[in-house]
């Protein structure tokens, strides 16, 4: 017993030195130099082998492993992969195919209690309304790109602060995605209060930096009102002002060009006027209700700063399971939307719809099925129409197949 003890005791020593994840490999060696040299009896050398790997799974299976630093072993990591096959058509153009990927793999570690600070890579290029990429040019390498990079402090159990590249719905709330794609990060200084069942959320958010002059920005805050029963309902109340500044004659990166803008001298396109939205939004869901939920949202925002075609809208309801996480599960979604050309910037819509453009409005539907866990059959359709003029109907249909880890 004596022995046993002292061959457990350097047991327990290798495995306090060597990190988690090499621990069999470079243990099962240095047993086997001992052995070599004589040392050890192979029977003794089994036996250490023996207690190594029972203590190894006592130490895991706790995260005691004393060599990681906490923010290891406090280490969140998650990810998708999507193959994507995308048929498009605008009336009276020709008909485009494309098969296309998405990948995105994001962590996040607690730095101390209550600050944490988390990143996210994800494929595609510059555009911060896709992360798709086309599989084309010769098989050329494809690059990744920062999604997001935060530091997040919650200061007291109702009050968070965040910074730094986020997802737009981690920091404020959306009921659809007419008004936000659900790609987008903003940039910029976040805080959330959050008390019993209301919310407050505000934030400043960088929209560019321009030399010499001053910066455009936009400035939001969002109250509002949540109620939920633990599987009977919930159901969320809101409304939001944005407030952008510097907007009226800038020149914004990715823009359409479907709100009303003018052209200087050298051609170069500016936007007309300011915008100032208020948006107010709801949505519910009930579950066991003749399906596992059933969800309704209805959203309307308008420009309070122009003198027309100021405002927009979405609606829609979906059926089936909240949220595809096993086989067998599945939704059904509908939605509407219109958006007039100046009631909302055309940097921010859902790139899906008719391009990502104000002026638009129509119809989508999204069907989603479990295939195996972690494992979603999508298909999506589009049918919206440009607003103005001579209507030209888009449609679009997405085949999905996406595997989560």
């Given at each position: 017993m004596k022995k046993r003890a002292i061959w457990l005791s350097v047991v327990l020593m290798l495995v306090g030195i060597l990190p988690s994840g090499i621990i069999a490999g470079e243990l099962d060696l240095l047993v086997s130099e001992l052995v070599e040299k004589g040392v050890i009896s192979p029977g003794r050398a089994n036996e250490i082998l023996i207690l190594s790997e029972e203590e190894m799974r006592t130490q895991l299976a706790k995260a005691k492993v004393s060599t990681l630093p906490k923010w290891i072993q406090t280490f969140n990591l998650k990810g998708d992969f999507r193959l994507r096959d995308q048929w498009e058509q605008r009336e009276g153009g020709d008909a485009r195919n494309r098969a296309r990927y998405r990948?995105?793999?994001?962590?996040?570690?607690?730095?101390?209690?209550?600050?944490?600070?988390?990143?996210?890579?994800?494929?595609?290029?510059?555009?911060?309304?896709?992360?798709?990429?086309?599989?084309?040019?010769?098989?050329?390498?494809?690059?990744?790109?920062?999604?997001?990079?935060?530091?997040?402090?919650?200061?007291?159990?109702?009050?968070?602060?965040?910074?730094?590249?986020?997802?737009?719905?981690?920091?404020?709330?959306?009921?659809?995605?007419?008004?936000?794609?659900?790609?987008?990060?903003?940039?910029?200084?976040?805080?959330?209060?959050?008390?019993?069942?209301?919310?407050?959320?505000?934030?400043?958010?960088?929209?560019?930096?321009?030399?010499?002059?001053?910066?455009?920005?936009?400035?939001?805050?969002?109250?509002?009102?949540?109620?939920?029963?633990?599987?009977?309902?919930?159901?969320?109340?809101?409304?939001?002002?944005?407030?952008?500044?510097?907007?009226?004659?800038?020149?914004?990166?990715h823009a359409k060009w479907s709100n009303t803008y003018y052209k200087d001298a050298s051609n170069v396109k500016h936007l007309s006027g300011d915008y100032r939205i208020v948006s107010v939004g709801a949505d519910m869901q009930v579950y066991n209700v003749l399906l596992p939920a059933i969800g309704l949202f209805c959203e309307y925002n308008r420009n309070i700063a122009a003198d027309s075609l100021q405002n927009g809208f979405a609606f829609g309801f979906f059926g089936g399971n909240d949220k595809i996480k096993d086989k067998n599960q599945w939704q059904i979604k509908y939605s509407y939307r219109k958006l007039e050309k100046d009631s909302w910037l055309d940097i921010f819509p859902d790139s899906d719809a008719y391009g990502g453009m104000t002026g638009i409005g129509g119809s989508e539907i999204v069907f989603q099925y479990g295939l195996m866990k972690n494992v979603i059959l999508g298909v999506d359709y589009y049918r919206i129409e440009n607003l103005s003029g001579t209507r030209v109907p888009e449609q679009i249909v997405q085949v999905d197949f996406q595997f989560k880890f």
């Open positions: 990948f995105r793999l994001g962590g996040e570690a607690e730095v101390i209690s209550g600050l944490n600070v988390g990143f996210g890579l994800a494929s595609g290029g510059t555009d911060p309304r896709s992360t798709n990429q086309t599989f084309e040019n010769s098989f050329e390498t494809k690059t990744i790109m920062l999604d997001y990079a935060y530091a997040r402090y919650s200061i007291t159990n109702w009050m968070t602060l965040t910074g730094g590249k986020i997802g737009a719905g981690s920091v404020f709330w959306t009921p659809s995605d007419y008004l936000w794609d659900t790609d987008i990060t903003v940039e910029g200084l976040a805080a959330g209060l959050k008390k019993k069942n209301l919310f407050l959320k505000t934030g400043y958010y960088f929209i560019d930096e321009i030399k010499d002059e001053k910066d455009p920005a936009m400035i939001l805050v969002q109250p509002g009102i949540l109620f939920a029963k633990e599987g009977s309902y919930t159901a969320t109340i809101g409304a939001t002002y944005y407030q952008f500044n510097q907007i009226k004659d800038a020149t914004l990166d």
